[in-house]
């Protein structure tokens, strides 16, 4: 048989490869690098704090919603901390109110000079958290928030005589161990617009954003006002409470969002109307997502190296909007 001649059979068509299937989305996701605001600080690797500080962390951010209200906060290690190997002494905690949809809220900025600033922070902030939510459990859900602020100062008292073995401290003994500021509050939901009532002791901030404008109100005097002639860093903080208690309330329109911080943050913003203050009025137009917020809260600026807190709230609009 002759197969020279044979007829070849047809073969299959040339088909091309299949195409590679495209990478997974999170492939091409970059690591979020570090906001620069102006002139940037030293950038470095952070050292890890004192092996009995194992239960601060560097960074801490928290956030959730109710019908009527939107929190979230977040506090990060300063720069100064994380190269001297200190931990962050600014603390947050934050609850509901759940039969009244209240939002408590405390944030607190340990003074440096006591050696366990962080645990005073910590425990000046669950105090107060603690008391306000059995005063909204009274008759009535008054808050009388001088009351608030002696719970705290109290707890800072029983921390010492436990330390001192159950001896009665002195003032001194308990300033020097757990010193720290605080301010601390409730938002009320109301049909008008939630009611924001909130103290402080020392020098940490409060503010009403105007989401619209970017324009900053100070609900306290601020020690880096345009109004101030001079600088002060004298804070007289927990465990002494001043008498008469500086509080002050508001009713927020539905286009603000109260803003609470240390002056980790309160410093760098001044009046508001310079490059930081426009980055967070940018950023907090509507709540934010809580790891958001602690990365930005983490921007580089020089001279600015101190720990930061801020905790923010929204009120909603008609229709269930922030």
Not at 166 to 183: M, Q
């Amino acid at each position: 048989m002759d197969t020279d001649n044979a007829p070849v059979p047809a073969g299959p068509r040339d088909v091309p490869p299949p195409a590679a299937p495209p990478p997974p989305p999170w492939q091409s996701v970059q690591p979020w690098q570090r906001i620069t605001v102006g002139t940037p600080g030293p950038e470095f690797e952070a050292l890890p704090p004192g092996e009995y500080a194992y239960d601060v962390p560097d960074t801490e951010c928290d956030g959730w919603s109710t019908g009527e209200l939107a929190m979230r906060f977040a506090s990060v290690r300063g720069a100064k901390h994380r190269y001297y190997r200190q931990p962050r002494q600014d603390a947050a905690r934050a609850a509901v109110h759940a039969a009244s949809g209240s939002v408590v809220f405390a944030v607190a900025d340990g003074v440096s000079s006591a050696s366990e600033a962080e645990q005073g922070a910590v425990a000046a902030c669950r105090a107060a958290v603690e008391r306000m939510l059995d005063l909204l459990d009274g008759a009535g859900g008054r808050v009388d928030l001088r009351d608030v602020a002696c719970r705290a100062a109290d707890r800072l008292g029983e921390l010492t005589r436990w330390r001192l073995g159950g001896k009665d401290p002195e003032f001194s003994e308990v300033a020097g161990l757990y010193a720290t500021t605080l301010v601390a509050g409730v938002v009320r939901p109301h049909p008008e617009g939630p009611v924001v009532e909130v103290c402080r002791v020392g020098d940490s901030g409060a503010w009403a954003l105007d989401r619209a404008s970017g324009r900053y109100q100070q609900l306290f005097p601020t020690k880096t006002g345009t109004d101030v002639l001079l600088v002060s860093s004298t804070v007289t903080p927990l465990p002494h409470v001043p008498d008469p208690l500086e509080q002050t309330g508001r009713r927020l329109s539905p286009g603000e969002v109260l803003l609470v911080g240390t002056d980790g943050f309160a410093d760098p913003l001044g009046d508001g109307d310079g490059q930081v203050g426009s980055l967070f009025a940018a950023h907090l137009a509507r709540p934010l997502p809580p790891l958001w917020l602690a990365h930005l809260l983490d921007f580089s600026r020089e001279t600015f190296d101190d720990d930061r807190t801020l905790l923010a709230v929204w009120p909603s609009a008609p229709g269930g909007r922030r």
